[in-house]
Structures are given as structure tokens and as C-alpha cells.
């Protein structure tokens, strides 16, 4: 992935494809970098905290360079369209969340509904496509305030992530991060074997 493309091809190749979803999180992470003064980061000078697993958070994890990999993305699983995105050098971070109405539109509502369907006709399959033209120019042309509300707040960071000594479970022989594993005066055990054996 070319780290030069514009922040919204970023995210689209990362993603696969484009829509709504992905573009609110284009959204969040550009005005994350405008607010906060940010650059992508390169090893975790950022931190991203996201309230949901839906598409906006590859925009995150494409623009801003917080990924899961390098430790500098944070899962809360509240079901909610909310990034909180955090600088170390600046000790600032901005809490973003996507305001309720955002996507409540007809236009919305029609594009979740063919979007949800097993099979399109050739007729809803062109719908579909301008519908999802007129959704991009909405969401990408609309002011900030009018699909997000904003604030700065307090933010206590992580220590950086570390390397962790990888152990072999007793049971399964597969390497378990030491962390994670659940160590007895006779065994290791890694978390799915413990819970096969019913928490023992």
C-alpha cells in the first residue's frame, strides 16, 4: 500500500471497497489529523481507541496507521461508531463520535435495504450505485459538525507494546503468548484449552 495516496484511496484499498461506512472513518481520521496536527504513525506515536469493529475503523487503521498489529489499536466492543485518537508527543487526543442522525436519511435507509439483499436486479444494482454517489457526496461535502460532535480529553496511555515470551501449552502443543497463558505448578495451558477443559 503506497503510504503517498490521498487519505481517501488509502482507505478504499485497504478496505476493498467503498462505502458508507468506510467514508465516516475517512471523515474522523482527517479532522483527527487537522485538529490534532498529526502524521500517520510510523510506531506508535498514535493511539486510536474504537468502540466498534464496523468499516470506518479500516479508515483508522489505513490513515492514521493504528493497527492491531503494531498494538496502537484499541477494541472497546460498545457497538458504537466512536474513535478516540491520541498523540504521545502532543499528549492531546480527541474523542469522535458519529452523531445519531448522521445516517438516518431515505437515502440511507434505501441503501441498507438493497444493500441487505441476497440478490439485486440489474434495475437495483444501478440504484444501488447512485445511491451510493449521492451518499459519498453527502458525507464527504458535509460539514464536520452536522455528522460528528467532538471533544478533547484526558487520556491516560498504554505503555508501548512489548515482544512477550511465547510458551507452549500442556495440552494443544500451539505457542501462547505468556500473557495469556494460564501457568499451574504443572502445567502451561493457552486460553482455549483451559476453557476446553472448563476453566480448570
Same mark, same amino acid.
Given at each position: 500500500m503506497c503510504r503517498d495516496m490521498p487519505p481517501l484511496e488509502l482507505?478504499?484499498?485497504?478496505?476493498?471497497?467503498?462505502?458508507?461506512?468506510?467514508?465516516m472513518g475517512v471523515r474522523a481520521s482527517e479532522f483527527a489529523i487537522q485538529h490534532l496536527e498529526? #502524521?500517520?504513525?510510523?510506531? &506508535?506515536? !498514535? $493511539?486510536?481507541?474504537?468502540?466498534?469493529?464496523?468499516?470506518?475503523?479500516?479508515?483508522?487503521?489505513?490513515?492514521?496507521g493504528c493497527t492491531f498489529g503494531k498494538g496502537n489499536l484499541i477494541f472497546k466492543d460498545y457497538g458504537k461508531a466512536v474513535y478516540t485518537i491520541a498523540s504521545r508527543d502532543?499528549?492531546?487526543?480527541?474523542?469522535?463520535?458519529q452523531k445519531y442522525n448522521a445516517n438516518r436519511s431515505p437515502l440511507f435507509a434505501r441503501y441498507r435495504e438493497l444493500n441487505n439483499k441476497a440478490e439485486l436486479?440489474?434495475? #437495483?444494482?444501478?440504484?444501488? &450505485?447512485? !445511491? $451510493?454517489?449521492?451518499?459519498?457526496?453527502?458525507?464527504?461535502?458535509?460539514?464536520?459538525?452536522?455528522?460528528?460532535?467532538?471533544?478533547?480529553v484526558d487520556f491516560s496511555f498504554p505503555d508501548k507494546a512489548e515482544i512477550r515470551k511465547t510458551l507452549e501449552c500442556s495440552v494443544c502443543g500451539e505457542g501462547v503468548m505468556?500473557?495469556?497463558?494460564?501457568?499451574?505448578a504443572n502445567e502451561i495451558v493457552c486460553p482455549t484449552c483451559c476453557i476446553d477443559k472448563g476453566g480448570e
Open positions: 482507505a478504499i484499498q485497504f478496505h476493498g471497497h467503498i462505502c458508507p461506512g468506510l467514508l498529526l #502524521e500517520r504513525d510510523r510506531d &506508535e506515536e !498514535l $493511539l486510536a481507541v474504537v468502540e466498534t469493529n464496523s468499516c470506518g475503523v479500516d479508515a483508522i487503521q489505513a490513515i492514521l502532543k499528549g492531546r487526543a480527541v474523542r469522535i463520535a436486479t440489474s434495475q #437495483e444494482k444501478t440504484e444501488q &450505485e447512485n !445511491l $451510493l454517489g449521492q451518499i459519498f457526496e453527502s458525507i464527504m461535502t458535509a460539514p464536520f459538525e452536522d455528522i460528528f460532535q467532538w471533544r478533547e505468556d500473557a495469556r497463558a494460564v501457568i499451574t
